[in-house]
């Protein structure tokens, strides 16, 4: 459970904060609904099932041991360095060992870590799909909740050594990171690539070097009402998280809003535009990826920039992620069927850098690259040692036969969609 500064806390607040975050898992929702729609048919129930266990595995491991590492106490662990004390992991209770006496800030701060981390778990999930088994997901999303999302929410939210940036270096307020871009988008999208390196392709998705055969996701509409849900969600998270970790007054919520909202709709309209310009209409899929980009974007930087900032960071967001999907594809073989690691990784990273270039303290730019900087120089490689490592004693991906016949019936007997006859690829003929 993470202590926050001595700020008073009134009833009407607490009340605010968790009505915004009952209003967070509909982000969940919607991101699980556009993972689902980018698969295959034949591996959809598979999917959204996978969700819920992925989700389910991360959160009770985050709860039984990860909330410990994740809270900020007076016996945090500490390491000295140039005459600095540096907070690098918490020391709280396991189990939730004595939650329901805690402060009202810590609970909410813990709700919203516990919320974060099924996020969390979704982001690689969705980026394995079609060839990713279920306890494979399960184990990854364990080790995400029990270790790895626990550090980085300490060092973010929790007082850890990037928070503490500002006063050791005078970095602005140390590293911001109102709705997660850093501990959650960013973390999931470096873990997906991990995945997607690790599983390898799907089959005939890279059948000669240099060439890419396309396959679209099953359903549109679902990728484009999980856009549509997924915005109240993270109106509610954004706003929560800029109570929480950035102190905001609730008179300042408005702009928060305002902020992602925008963030969002340029996102949409700048994917819209490329993606026309590019192969003469529009790509329905690369522009529901845009606009999760944009909200991506808004999740660093909407509590501290004006609306025109956020605003100017969405096109950004919106122009380099159809960009950054055929790069990823085209250029270096990387078959990422949800588009995560752009519409995660490389936009939560550069919301996290538009944060600090649009923020009015004084070397916040600072702060905020060194926080880029961990989580592409640090976490990347750790990430990924951990699931090679697992991936040595439990396979991530399905067996071939498993993969051809769809993860729907390969996993758990029988299709999703059963009233129609499911398509057999060429590339396994």
Not at 173 to 179: F, P
Not at 353 to 379: C, D, E, K, N, R
């Amino acid at each position: 459970m993470t202590p926050l500064a001595p700020l008073p806390f009134p009833e009407t607040s607490f009340a605010l904060v968790l009505g915004l975050l009952l209003l967070a898992p509909l982000a969940i929702a919607g991101v699980a609904l556009i993972n689902t729609g980018l698969g295959r048919s034949r591996s959809a129930a598979q999917s959204l099932l996978g969700s819920l266990v992925v989700i389910s595995t991360g959160v009770i491991a985050f709860a039984l041991v990860g909330s410990a590492l994740a809270a900020g106490t007076s016996g945090d662990h500490v390491f000295h360095l140039a005459g600095k004390a540096w907070n690098w992991a918490g020391a709280g209770p396991l189990f939730l060992e004595g939650f329901s006496a805690a402060p009202a800030r810590m609970q909410l701060s813990l709700l919203f870590e516990l919320l974060s981390v099924a996020l969390v778990a979704l982001i690689p999930w969705g980026s394995g799909a079609d060839r990713l088994r279920l306890p494979a997901g399960a184990v990854i999303a364990a080790i995400l909740g029990a270790a790895v999302f626990p550090l980085v929410a300490h060092w973010t939210w929790g007082g850890g050594w990037l928070a503490q940036l500002g006063a050791n270096f005078s970095a602005g307020g140390g590293l911001l990171d109102g709705g997660g871009a850093a501990a959650i988008h960013a973390l999931g999208g470096v873990s997906a690539l991990a995945v997607v390196w690790i599983a390898g392709p799907r089959k005939g998705k890279f059948p000669h070097e240099g060439l890419s055969t396309a396959m679209p996701g099953h359903n549109v509409v679902y990728v484009l009402l999980g856009c549509l849900i997924a915005l109240v969600g993270w109106l509610a998270w954004n706003m929560a998280g800029s109570l929480l970790w950035l102190h905001a007054a609730p008179g300042g919520l408005v702009t928060t809003a305002v902020n992602t909202f925008l963030s969002a709709a340029a996102a949409l309209v700048a994917t819209f535009s490329v993606t026309r310009i590019r192969f003469g209409k529009p790509d329905a899929s690369l522009c529901a990826n845009g606009w999760l980009a944009g909200l991506v974007t808004s999740s660093a930087c909407a509590g501290v920039v004006s609306p025109l900032a956020a605003l100017f960071a969405g096109l950004v967001a919106g122009i380099i992620t159809p960009l950054l999907v055929e790069l990823f594809e085209l250029a270096l073989s990387i078959d990422d069927p949800s588009g995560a690691i752009s519409v995660h990784g490389a936009a939560g990273l550069w919301g996290l850098a538009a944060a600090g270039i649009f923020a009015p303290q004084q070397g916040q730019f600072a702060a905020q690259l060194i926080g880029v900087s961990t989580l592409l120089g640090l976490m990347l490689p750790l990430v990924y040692l951990v699931l090679w490592l697992v991936n040595r004693v439990l396979a991530l991906r399905v067996d071939p036969d498993g993969e051809r016949l769809g993860m729907d019936l390969h996993e758990l007997g029988g299709n999703a969609y059963p009233e129609f006859v499911v398509h057999r690829d060429e590339s396994y003929r």
